[in-house]
């Protein structure tokens, strides 16, 4: 954690930049610049896939190796195992655990798809907990509600709690941590959106004993299809993952040892994100001041996201709260600015996972996905493109 210490610990701070309309203002407005970003790494990228196309390794190659190591040192995880999604870490992680039928599995219902599936996938049952309204994450009280209402049924065991790092701010993981050691849970961090986030002077990957995490694209670190990974503060664990991924094979590869399927990480993937790390910090560093550029321009009139002390965003999203949401987001479409409504409708109310509701359905959830808007923070914003985001999004209020 050496090198990246001041990083987690400075507090975000605009570039307090004056305000020339500048021409490019008024281009349209990706939520997520890939092309952009691709520009600046384009001959680096090149470089290295010709790398993997030369030595040949397109399963397992060395750039695998490379990169969990790469990553193990800048989180200060213990280990780090590669594989093929950010769905496939949560599972893996889970059947490392040992959680399946008859486990109760507590996420919060305001979040992507794919931490329910992955637990239904595994064959346990999901828990919905209600979120915070200002940090949207889940609300430690509803955990330790939940928790004791599974218990009082007496026919799930209560075994799991992911909390998910939604828009990229770490989960209150030291409340959460101590209802889990309460009820004897495991915490196993969904982090998918949370890379390069941290906490309490440690960094996302690092914050409890496992965390899951994905390269889509359009994640803060991204690769160039899927992509995932497991950090675990065990060896032992990781050494368990690696025979996962791997059909549950021995060391050799050779005698499946326990359930296991394909989910490694392609070799290519591995490289394009061995270049894309090298600019990693400087983006981050980029979207902390978008982010502080947005709550100085829209603080007295919107519901902003809220950082909670000690901890640090990654910033993958930039939402905030309205009461009259469609009416801004028609006026961003209008002015070719792009937005997204993540998430609109809480999980605890999709056909595959109603089953799993409670009767009194959780109340914070329901009210953000009628309210929540996401604006654009990839790293390659200007500040004028910043300002004339706010500017389209106060005149629409
Ligand atoms: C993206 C995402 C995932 C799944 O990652 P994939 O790599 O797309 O499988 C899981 N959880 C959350 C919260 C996510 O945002």
Redesign the pocket.
């Known amino acids: 954690m050496t090198a990246h210490t001041d990083m987690l610990t400075s507090d975000v701070s605009s570039s307090g930049a004056k305000r020339p309309l500048a021409a490019d203002a008024n281009r349209p407005i990706a939520l997520v610049d890939l092309k952009a970003q691709q520009n600046r790494i384009r001959s680096a990228i090149d470089g290295r896939i010709r790398t993997v196309m030369d030595h040949g390794k397109y399963v397992d190659g060395p750039e695998i190796a490379q990169l969990e190591d790469a990553l193990a040192v800048r989180t200060g995880a213990a280990d780090v195992v590669l594989c093929s999604?950010?769905?496939?870490?949560?599972e893996f992680a889970m059947m490392a655990q040992g959680i399946g039928p008859g486990d109760a599995v507590f996420i919060p219902g305001f979040?992507?798809n794919?931490?329910a599936s992955?637990v239904l996938m595994v064959g346990a049952t999901p828990v919905f907990v209600d979120v915070n309204e200002r940090t949207f994450n889940m609300d430690t009280p509803d955990l330790a509600c939940k928790v004791n209402q599974v218990k009082k049924a007496g026919k799930l065991n209560p075994r799991l709690v992911i909390p998910?790092?939604?828009f990229g701010l770490p989960a209150d993981y030291p409340a959460i941590s101590d209802v889990a050691q309460e009820f004897g849970l495991f915490v196993l961090a969904?982090a998918?959106?949370s890379f390069g986030g941290g906490q309490g002077g440690r960094w996302v990957g690092n914050l409890v004993p496992m965390t899951?995490t994905?390269?889509?694209p359009a994640?803060p670190l991204g690769c160039y299809g899927?992509?995932?990974a497991i950090f675990s503060q065990s060896r032992e664990q990781a050494d368990i993952l690696r025979s996962i991924r791997w059909h549950g094979t021995d060391e050799s590869h050779t005698e499946s040892v326990r359930p296991g399927t394909n989910g490694r990480m392609d070799t290519l993937q591995a490289a394009i994100l061995l270049v894309k790390l090298t600019i990693f910090d400087d983006e981050l560093a980029r979207r902390r001041c978008i982010a502080a550029l947005y709550n100085e321009r829209l603080g007295d009139r919107v519901k902003l996201p809220i950082c909670p002390p000690q901890t640090q965003s990654g910033w993958s999203l930039y939402s905030i709260l309205l009461d009259d949401r469609d009416r801004v987001q028609a006026a961003l479409t209008d002015a070719q600015i792009a937005s997204a409504i993540y998430y609109k409708q809480p999980l605890h109310q999709m056909k595959a996972f109603k089953a799993f509701a409670s009767p009194q359905g959780l109340p914070v959830s329901e009210k953000l996905s009628g309210q929540i808007l996401s604006l654009p923070i990839h790293p390659y914003l200007t500040d004028d493109q910043v300002h004339h985001i706010c500017d389209t999004v106060l005149a629409a209020l």
């Open positions: 999604s950010g769905t496939e870490a949560l979040t992507y794919a931490t992955a998910v790092d939604l969904d998918a959106q899951a994905s390269f889509f994640k899927d992509g995932g």
